[in-house]
């Protein structure tokens, strides 16, 4: 069985920053490419920034300059290192993978629980 864990959320005034992690455990042959999503109160979740199984970023243009995204695939985890943080940056985090599984089981999409970040003014 697999699991995408997001962590590292929590509440930081203007300005601050805080890094969050995305790790999968469980039967994994090997960790595809990486989303990491947002969802505020009453809006539509959005893509914040994205990772190539190749450790190529590409961001949103609300968060270019001030995320970033990275891996480790030995932990088979990905961090979105996220700075000069607004309020309007807050919403629930949420991680999404391809991952490979073992044998002939092929590549399955994987969703998080999500990470809660507030950023207060």
């Known amino acids: 069985q697999v699991q995408l864990v997001e962590s590292g959320g929590g509440l930081v005034q203007a300005g601050g920053s805080l890094r969050l992690s995305c790790a999968a455990s469980g039967r994994i042959f090997s960790l595809g490419a990486v989303g990491w999503y947002r969802q505020a109160p009453g809006k539509q979740r959005e893509l914040v920034a994205t990772?190539?199984?190749?450790?190529?970023?590409d961001y949103a243009d609300s968060v270019k300059g001030r995320f970033t995204i990275s891996r480790d695939n030995a932990k088979n985890t990905v961090y979105l290192q996220m700075n000069s943080l607004k309020p309007e940056d807050t919403a629930v985090y949420y991680c999404n993978a391809y991952i490979g599984l073992p044998t002939t089981q092929g590549v399955m999409n994987y969703w998080g629980k999500g990470t809660l970040v507030t950023v207060s003014s």
């Open positions: 990772i190539t199984s190749g450790s190529s970023p």
